[in-house]
């Protein structure tokens, strides 16, 4: 890099009002804010750091904010080390009141971030002041209709748009939505108005979508905004129901449904205007209730399902049990058992859980017990405002919407939190719900869905919480065979057809996913998926030979083998031949018998190099064949990090490893305080040290906290990690001897991924002596013939009263450190003119009377105030 070149590389400059942090450390980033409601405004400035990998640095800005006249409202000067294992630099300042609407006022302003005398990047934002946006109050505008078209990444005319409400996927290229709204504002000349559009699936994962901002002017009686979400070319979207969510000044406008099918199907004016949106609006349920369907018929929908047995035997035990309990009291026997509807669904993802909900709701409706039997289907972020009194309004809202059918809430335990995070209003969701369920209005099922042992956390989390829950429906992960069938029924249900060869092959696909699972494995999700990538695989073959147009429709409908090998075929990964460094090479071998003793793990060490350099001779896949993974036992001080870091040049030499860089962590930089987060905070771990070491400093830590503890969540993330990108990384777990063979013995999945164990011995008293030495000589030292002998009957006696918490050379550098700074204390008291030569740079006793070895009873102390070492 040339001298004065910046360090870094700007990428975005954004604004943000709430320090709520979502997914991948990302806050809620807007243009437009409610005057009535803003306190701070927040600016995010990234960039990608120059010298990632290579060294730490220091980065100096200066963020700005300016109002719309240009008038200097704030300057904030920052400075911050940037580490070298930053990839992309956060830096965050903000500026307000605490006090909403105290400080920002309606107008335009700008951040600007600066470096010296050099503008970096700058950003808009607006505050208006028409009033809070609620769901039954928008003082700024009132939805008129929302219709869907088609169309390629430019938008086409209006008069050539065709409005559907069903899209053919295999047309399909862009959806757009035209968003048209009355303005209510009428006293000001233009205002800010600022959409965000998110398309989501049937079952809420988020799709795609995009933000939409423009001036609305006094003039305009309506106004339209058109935005959408897709790909220039057929295949971004597959066959399915689908909605699409419009928010405004974070409030929810509206949800609307459509779906992509086999065939395009126009949707009328009524069917896209006012009455539908203000149906989504307010109610915020699906646009069609199910159909009368008399118990039989629901039932037969329900046994058609693949697989889910032990589901389907025992909702037919307990709606026959239901049907009973109707029964006596049709005939007049008292009965106290109260029926209850409400049932925590485990399983992971792709079970069927939301599906069999929904048979449940038409079941529970032709049985009498719910009067619609619609499912409202919500998460955390549907249940969980912003600020203090906004939950129980959404909480409430959602009843009211599930009123009549089933309120299902996915992935339910991320409303507990851990029992530190006083202030996170999901506890109040839970309130809400129990009440509810004790002495509610009635004529409603409340379902529970998410991950077994998270939603068994979730129960534990409030004691109302399992007696409110007495139906507890388990959805197993689906066979082999039962996934081939549901492959099999979804390529029916697509009209296309599967040659046996190539289903064999796909079914070699799914055993081998399923022997691979994790608990985050697709299920009917990758079954299905597998049969939409053979068949555009299918079609992007077909398309490359003549005559394409005079195929029939069986030759347009048959994937084969070849269409199901080149799935894999593009996944599979090439592997950088990158030779020996044998300079590095040299260097790292110097440094590690420099090293004193560890004689034991050094000859270990030279074994590997001569071992992959005899594969390499021989043609072999070194990452293949050669694990890297490893355990270190020893106690503090002798020497686990710095040969672990040695090791990782060795293993860059070798080429066994692209970037050969050590990542250190420890329990707290894995382990999350709430559920569902550690698995996300290991994976960004893990994303660091691809191509280097991970090493886990007192590993064992991740595997004493009990049953329910997040720390074994860390565990199965790396273990997944290891299985999955094997010869891409290194994982060292270290620790105390005793701790980590319990460490190893905790998860039947360690043993078997850590096949190298290094001990490393206590250094005995010679050892630390010529540590000290060396110590002593890098502060430009050294001992006179008393000081020596001194030292030495010092380390003597330590060594002889350790126990298995003693530091080693950790604690000979703190004798070192304590010694060194007497001695320039002493010095400094040396008249200037005397300080010369041999007095500068020797320890004399004076300067080690403090580490007397007869000075202490029982185990030795160092002699100085260890709570001061960190000053």
Request: charged share 30%; hydrophobic share 35%.
């Amino acid at each position: 890099m040339n001298p004065g070149e910046p360090k870094f590389k700007f990428k975005e400059l954004k604004v943000y009002a709430e320090n709520e942090w979502l997914i991948n450390s990302t806050k809620k980033y807007r243009q437009v804010f409610e005057e009535a409601e803003v306190t701070y405004i927040d600016a995010e400035f990234s960039a990608y750091n120059k010298l990632f990998d290579e060294e730490d640095w220091e980065i100096d800005v200066i963020f700005k904010a300016f109002d719309g006249k240009g008038a200097k409202l704030a300057e904030l000067p920052m400075k911050k080390l940037i580490t070298k294992d930053q990839n992309i630099i956060y830096l965050r300042q903000g500026w307000g009141n605490k006090n909403p609407g105290a400080f920002w006022k309606r107008g335009a302003y700008r951040w600007e971030v600066w470096t010296g005398e050099t503008l970096i990047a700058t950003t808009n934002f607006y505050i208006e002041n028409e009033g809070e946006v609620t769901r039954e109050n928008n003082p700024y505008l009132n939805v008129k209709s929302i219709r869907l078209f088609e169309g390629p990444d430019s938008i086409v005319d209006k008069k050539e748009r065709k409005y559907f409400k069903m899209f053919n996927q295999a047309s399909t290229r862009f959806i757009w939505f035209e968003f048209t709204a009355e303005n209510l504002v009428k006293d000001k000349e233009y205002w800010a108005c600022e959409l965000f559009a998110n398309f989501r699936t049937e079952i809420g994962e988020h799709k795609g979508g995009n933000t939409k901002f423009r001036f609305v002017y006094k003039n305009e009686k309506t106004f339209e905004i058109i935005g959408g979400w897709g790909s220039d070319k057929p295949g971004t979207w597959y066959d399915g129901k689908y909605i699409l969510e419009i928010t405004f000044m974070e409030t929810l406008l509206l949800r609307l449904p459509f779906y992509v099918g086999d065939h395009d199907e126009e949707a009328t004016d009524e069917e896209f205007m006012t009455s539908t949106v203000e149906q989504e609006v307010q109610t915020n349920e699906v646009l069609e209730e199910p159909k009368e369907i008399d118990f039989q018929e629901a039932f037969k929908e329900l046994d058609e399902l693949i697989g889910l047995q032990q589901i389907k035997d025992r909702i037919r035990e307990y709606t026959d049990y239901v049907k009973f309990l109707k029964l006596r009291n049709e005939k007049g026997l008292e009965d106290s058992t109260k029926i209850s509807l409400h049932a925590v669904f485990t399983g992971n993802p792709g079970t069927g859980k939301t599906k069999v909900a929904t048979l449940l709701g038409k079941i529970y409706k032709s049985l009498g017990l719910l009067s619609k039997g619609h499912v409202h289907e919500v998460d955390r972020e549907s249940l969980v405002g912003k600020f203090i009194g906004h939950t129980a309004p959404m909480v409430k809202e959602a009843i009211d919407a599930a009123r009549g059918g089933i309120l299902f809430i996915d992935e339910a335990y991320s409303l507990a939190r851990g029992d530190d995070d006083s202030r996170d209003y999901g506890k109040e969701v839970i309130e809400i719900l129990l009440k509810e369920m004790s002495d509610g209005k009635g004529d409603i099922a409340i379902i529970v869905a998410g991950y077994p042992r998270e939603m068994q956390t979730f129960l534990d989390s409030n004691p109302g919480l399992k007696s409110r829950f007495n139906m507890h429906y388990h959805f197993p992960d689906y066979t082999p065979q039962e996934l081939k069938d549901i492959a099999l029924f979804h390529a029916n249900k697509t009209k296309v057809i599967i040659t046996p060869d190539a289903l064999n092959e796909m079914y070699e696909a799914i055993v081998e996913a399923y022997r691979n699972r994790d608990r985050t494995f697709g299920n009917a999700r990758f079954s299905i998926g597998l049969v939409e990538e053979a068949k555009m695989k299918m079609g992007l073959r077909l398309v490359k030979q003549k005559d394409v147009d005079k195929m029939t429709e069986e030759e347009l409908s048959t994937i084969t083998i070849d269409d199901v090998n080149a799935i894999f075929k593009g996944k599979q990964v090439s592997i950088a031949d990158i030779p020996v460094d044998e300079e590095l090479l040299r260097d790292a071998l110097a440094k590690l018998h420099s090293l004193l003793g560890l004689e034991n793990i050094k000859n270990e060490i030279d074994e590997i190099i001569k071992l992959v350099r005899y594969y390499r001779e021989t043609g072999k896949n070194v990452r293949e064949i050669f694990s890297l993974h490893s355990v270190f036992v020893g106690n503090p001080g002798t020497g686990k990090t710095t040969v672990a870091r040695i090791l990782a040049e060795i293993y860059k030499a070798l080429g066994i490893l692209e970037r050969g860089h050590l990542i250190e962590c420890d329990r707290s930089a894995l382990v999350g305080g709430y559920v569902g987060q550690t698995a996300t905070k290991t994976s960004e771990v893990l994303d660091t040290a691809m191509g280097g070491i991970l090493f886990i400093d007192e590993a064992y830590s991740l595997s004493m906290g009990g049953q329910n503890d997040f720390g074994r969540e860390a565990i199965e993330t790396i273990l997944k990690r290891m299985e999955d990108r094997r010869g891409d990384f290194a994982v060292i777990v270290a620790g105390y001897p005793q701790e980590m063979g319990y460490f190893l013995e905790s998860n039947p999945g360690l043993k078997s991924r850590f096949d190298k164990v290094f001990q490393f011995p206590d250094f005995n008293a010679e050892e630390m002596f010529t540590i000290a030495k060396s110590m002593f000589a890098s502060h430009d030292l050294e001992m006179d013939k008393e000081a020596e002998n001194h030292l030495r009957r010092y380390l003597d006696v330590l060594d002889k009263n350790r126990d298995r918490f003693f530091g080693n050379a950790r604690d000979v550098r703190k004798i070192v450190e304590e010694t060194a700074k007497n001695q320039h204390l002493r010095v400094i008291d040396i008249p200037k003119d005397k300080r010369k030569g041999k007095v500068m740079k020797t320890v004399i006793l004076d300067d080690l009377k403090e580490f007397d070895p007869t000075a202490f009873k029982g185990k030795p102390t160092l002699g100085f105030d260890l709570d001061k070492l960190g000053e």
